[in-house]
């Protein structure tokens, strides 16, 4: 009886440790979005980070090519003139010492693509789509 006391006890600390660090995920791969055909798009990027949140960011370019930035902190916002046909992504990794949340928006020629909103101590966003 002893025994299966002490490994409740001990399945309940390690599950403590794993809520702990949890990462809070959003993934979604759209594919092809639904916009009149034309030869470039104006694609923007938005992410609000919140108090104590670090991100890692990687964003689709102007070139077509994935661009990768570290630590980045607060508001962020970046614009791109992007091909017909081009795979945009934007993928960002932030992590806390406390709860927090962070805000994100994909825009392609004023209209919103994606608009996510997630909380936690870690927070995985990535959306991706193509162009027509």
């Not at 949140?53 to 070139?63: F, G, P, Q, R």
């Amino acid at each position: 009886m002893k025994n299966i006391f002490y490994c409740f006890l001990l399945i309940l600390v390690l599950d403590g440790c794993a809520i702990s660090t949890m990462t809070t995920i959003y993934s979604m791969s759209k594919g092809k979005i639904d916009t009149p055909k034309k030869e470039i798009y104006h694609v923007v990027y938005q992410a609000s980070f919140g108090d104590g949140l670090k991100a890692d960011v990687a964003y689709t370019n102007e070139s077509g090519k994935e661009t990768e930035l570290k630590e980045v902190s607060g508001i962020w916002e970046k614009s791109a003139a992007l091909k017909s046909g081009t795979h945009v992504q934007l993928t960002t990794f932030a992590i806390a010492k406390h709860k927090s949340k962070g805000e994100y928006k994909i825009l392609v020629d004023g209209k919103v693509v994606s608009e996510y909103v997630l909380s936690g101590r870690k927070l995985k966003y990535t959306f991706a789509f193509d162009l027509p």
